[in-house]
């Protein structure tokens, strides 16, 4: 049974883009496996604490060598790896902050990049262990950053992610963008606006239903 594990970093809820691109990547999943599992993961409203020598110590501390206050500090990470190794597919909605990501999107990433849990160094050399996965990155932006635009160079939210995920041993990272939000904010009709990204991450979600 196809699990999918969809996450939201933005905190405008109904007036996100990013957030109803998302949505109907899990309308149509949902469609295309009836029977599948979804697991919501909402970072706006999980408190997520910053990583600190006590959440370090714990991690680097042998599992069975680990006081009860240690386990109890990795228990909100424990978590969110269990979501990550439970699905098959992630769908990940992505705001653009500053020109990177969302800062509760960046708090997720510290508890789950984990030494010995999504990657290794066993062999001398890093080693992602979140394989077998795919995940679809929809990136929404005020601005436009695509390749070859005058301000490519201030993206640093494509570049990191597939960093990140791939150094964590996910393979298929597909990203799909939505810039020039700001529009909206001048008095563009949304529902033009968002009609060509809507179709996209439909239509990507179409073929990833496809996809073994």
């Given at each position: 049974m196809p699990t999918l594990l969809h996450i939201?970093?933005?905190?405008?809820?109904?007036?996100s883009v990013s957030r109803?691109?998302?949505s109907a990547f899990v309308d149509q999943w949902k469609s295309s496996h009836p029977d599948g599992t979804l697991i919501e993961r909402d970072l706006t409203s999980t408190f997520i604490p910053p990583i600190n020598a006590a959440w370090v110590g714990a991690v680097y501390t042998p599992e069975d060598s680990?006081?009860?206050e240690q386990k109890e500090t990795l228990t909100l990470s424990d978590s969110l790896l269990a979501e990550l190794f439970d699905a098959d597919e992630y769908v990940i909605g992505v705001p653009m902050h500053n020109f990177s990501v969302p800062s509760v999107?960046?708090?997720w990433i510290d508890q789950i990049a984990r030494v010995n849990k999504t990657f290794s160094y066993?062999?001398?050399?890093?080693?992602?262990?979140?394989?077998?996965k795919k995940a679809t990155l929809v990136i929404?932006?005020?601005?436009?950053?695509?390749?070859?635009?005058?301000?490519?160079?201030?993206?640093?939210?494509?570049?990191?992610?597939?960093?990140?995920?791939?150094?964590?041993?996910?393979?298929?990272?597909t990203v799909i963008t939505a810039g020039g939000a700001s529009a909206l904010m001048r008095g563009a009709d949304r529902a033009t606006f968002l009609?060509?990204?809507?179709?996209?991450?439909?239509?990507?979600?179409?073929?990833?239903a496809q996809i073994v």
């Open positions: 939201d970093s933005s905190p405008l809820y109904g007036h109803q691109l998302t680990r006081t009860a999107l960046k708090l066993a062999d001398g050399t890093p080693k992602g262990l979140l394989t077998g929404a932006s005020g601005g436009i950053y695509d390749a070859g635009t005058q301000f490519a160079s201030y993206d640093h939210v494509e570049p990191y992610l597939r960093a990140v995920f791939g150094f964590l041993g996910v393979a298929k990272i009609a060509p990204h809507l179709e996209a991450v439909q239509a990507h979600a179409q073929v990833q």
